[in-house]
């Protein structure tokens, strides 16, 4: 057996990712996806440096709907609001609702999954009729229904860990409606690794089974994990620009969903006012294609069969 | 077989169960009596006995668990799903089954505009990859897949209405324009090609991907080597033998899809002010109408469950292997 033989030093680990670095860097598509995601990560963390603070109809410093021009560099949309201000903002809201409802989505599929595929037998059967339901229905249409109830329920005023209530209750619903293909894919991933020697000796050596779970599974589990939290960012952008379309996000922290929104409101396209909309537009569009462009290089270097297909 | 054709009936039916139940939950939490919400529009001030009859009227005075969920699922059973806070009171199978018609066409014509050029595109890029058109299809239709349908739909009323002005981008009729008459059906026509084609275009982005995959893999597989060596032509070994096997995916995608396929309907039909289940839900959100709501999740959810179904009896007659 050569997992018996073989010794997790620090050197054999950074030999291992720099391998996997080299394998997953050679894909054209996860070299664009990176260099895009950088850059709009970093729009992100500094918006206020780049464009000042976010501008509302009090402090909106131009006209309305003037097309673009060098004072405007995207132009200014139906109350006067610079639309580069607006999207550039918009960066940090649709970034933060969409990467923390991943980290919700991955937590709880990698827990059902790995629980449900380690224990076996009733928790298993339990667990995955659970999982069928939320893998059957779609996280946009669970979210159109629970997340106008929940708002009515919390109420809309104040601010929970610095984010408006409604981008918090998106944020929780999107993560909870939307871990159900993690867990199918963890779970029988664990079902092939506990059958590995490594566990048993674990179990011999007298770890407790959250100890081999955390540190013995967990760490193999991390290529399908991370391989399909690029994909599941990419879905959660999507429900959160669908729901903030359709009214549900927040004015006052407006996402790229909610500025469309407010656009689609004023008629933008109609009166032909093209920058207001494309602008938020293109911005979804770039960032989920470097999602699921960094999510399918992932699954080709981890997955050997798919490396086989060009 | 008949096991397995009763234990994928049997699951749908729980998933279905547990939409209606969710759905029962749900408009329980909302905030404040439902009692005093029925009497919210009364003129006079409400006497308590009057508030209490309309609890016993409604069942709202028995306990929540059996009665009133047993009553809960008996009417819905029955067709009865409520009345409408915003549309004065109006039965909400009513106000759903009027605007049904109207997603039905448009979510129907996309679709299958979408499988007949998705399928085409992936199965012709799968089969020659990467070729010409492989690159081209594959960059598009991931573009085209990632890309918010109601996004697109904007973009193409931008261009093709308010700057070309070749296609209205707004409604399912022309104001004015004469009823009955072929002039009006055209009209309708006219209306129906910017929401089909931003619905369409998101679709056949899915399509392509999973037609190519499929493809992809199917021409590694031993029985395609078999099949050259017995000297089969390239059109012979692609509609006998890859097409068929190609296909299985697809199918499951087709009908998998649906959520998919609801949002970008929903939104779209936002967009168009179409008058469908998603202008509907626009509506019953902006004036939070619960019961319009919950009877549209109810649809949806009832309809997803049929697709699932749908697939799995399917995939058990395309593929000899699932019978087993």
């Known amino acids: 057996m050569s997992e018996s033989t073989v010794r997790y030093s620090p050197r054999g680990r950074a030999g291992a990712i720099k391998g996997f670095l080299r394998r997953f860097l050679g894909y054209g598509g996860a070299q664009v996806g990176l260099v895009c995601l950088m850059f709009f990560l970093i729009v992100a963390a500094v918006p206020g440096i780049l464009v000042g603070p976010l501008q509302t109809a009090i402090n909106a410093t131009g006209d309305f709907l003037v097309p673009p021009s060098s004072q405007h560099l995207l132009g200014t949309d139906e109350v006067g609001r610079d639309v580069l201000n607006l999207v550039v903002h918009g960066a940090r809201i649709s970034l933060t609702i969409a990467l923390l409802a991943t980290v919700i989505s991955l937590v709880l599929g990698t827990t059902i999954g790995m629980t449900a595929g380690y224990y076996g037998g009733r928790a298993d059967v339990w667990l995955m009729r659970l999982t069928d339901f939320f893998f059957v229905m779609p996280s946009f249409v669970l979210a159109l229904v629970i997340t106008p109830v929940v708002l009515e329920v919390m109420g809309r005023g104040g601010e929970i860990l610095g984010l408006r209530p409604s981008l918090f209750v998106i944020i929780v619903v999107i993560g909870m409606t939307s871990w159900a293909f993690v867990a199918r894919i963890v779970r029988s991933q664990t079902l092939s690794l506990k059958e590995r020697t490594f566990i048993d000796r674990a179990r011999i050596a007298g770890s407790s089974n959250l100890s081999i779970m955390v540190r013995h599974l967990l760490p193999n589990l991390v290529p399908q994990i991370g391989a399909n939290g690029a994909l599941v960012v990419a879905g959660a952008i999507y429900v959160e620009t669908s729901l903030s379309f359709l009214g549900l996000g927040d004015p006052l922290q407006p996402s790229w969903g909610t500025l469309l929104s407010l656009a689609q409101r004023a008629g933008a396209a109609s009166a032909g006012a093209w920058w207001c909309l494309g602008a938020p537009g293109v911005c979804v569009l770039m960032v989920s294609l470097s999602f699921v462009l960094i999510g399918n290089a992932l699954d080709d270097t981890f997955n050997p069969r798919r490396r086989v297909i060009p | ?324």
């Not at chain 2, 001030?45 to 409604?58: F, I, L």
């Not at chain 2, 505009?113 to 020659?128: M, T």
């Not at chain 2, 690159?135 to 904007?154: D, E, H, K, N």
């Not at chain 2, 998603?278 to 939070?288: C, F, I, K, Q, S």
Request: charge should be positive; proline fraction near 4%.
């Open chain 2, 1 to 324: 077989m008949s096991r397995r054709i009763f234990r994928i009936v049997f699951r749908a039916l729980g998933t279905l169960l547990t939409v209606a139940i969710l759905n029962f939950i749900l408009f329980r939490i909302v905030p404040g009596d439902p009692a005093q919400l029925l009497l919210a529009g009364a003129r006079t001030s409400v006497t308590v006995q009057q508030m209490d009859a309309q609890r016993a009227r409604w069942g709202l005075d028995r306990p929540l668990f059996p009665d009133q969920v047993v009553d809960y699922l008996s009417a819905t059973l029955h067709g009865d799903l409520g009345y409408s806070f915003k549309f004065r009171g109006r039965p909400v199978a009513d106000l759903i089954l009027e605007r049904l018609p109207a997603t039905i066409v448009l979510v129907g014509l996309a679709q299958m505009i979408a499988i007949l050029c998705g399928v085409l595109f992936g199965i012709y890029a799968g089969w020659r990859r990467g070729g010409a058109v492989d690159r081209i299809a594959t960059g598009a239709s991931m573009a085209l897949y990632t890309m918010p349908s109601f996004w697109l739909a904007m973009v193409l009323v931008v261009i093709f209405s308010t700057g070309l002005g070749w296609l209205p981008g707004y409604g399912i009729y022309s104001p004015g324009a004469n009823i009955g008459s072929t002039d009006r059906f055209l009209d309708y026509l006219r209306h129906l090609v910017l929401p089909v084609t931003a619905l369409a275009l998101g679709l056949i982005g899915q399509y392509v991907v999973v037609a190519r995959a499929a493809m992809s893999e199917v021409v590694t597989e031993d029985y395609m080597v078999t099949a050259r060596a017995k000297g089969l032509t390239n059109g012979q070994m692609l509609m006998r033998h890859a097409f068929r096997n190609a296909m299985l995916p697809v199918v499951t995608l087709i009908t998998l899809n649906l959520g998919y396929v609801v949002a970008g309907a929903i939104t779209v039909e936002a967009v168009f002010a179409w008058p469908g289940i998603g202008g509907l839900t626009v509506e019953a959100l902006n004036a939070r109408d619960y019961p319009v709501l919950q009877g549209i999740f109810l649809l949806l959810g009832a309809s997803i469950v049929l697709a699932n179904l749908i697939a799995d009896l399917a995939y058990g007659l395309l593929d000899p292997r699932v019978r087993q």
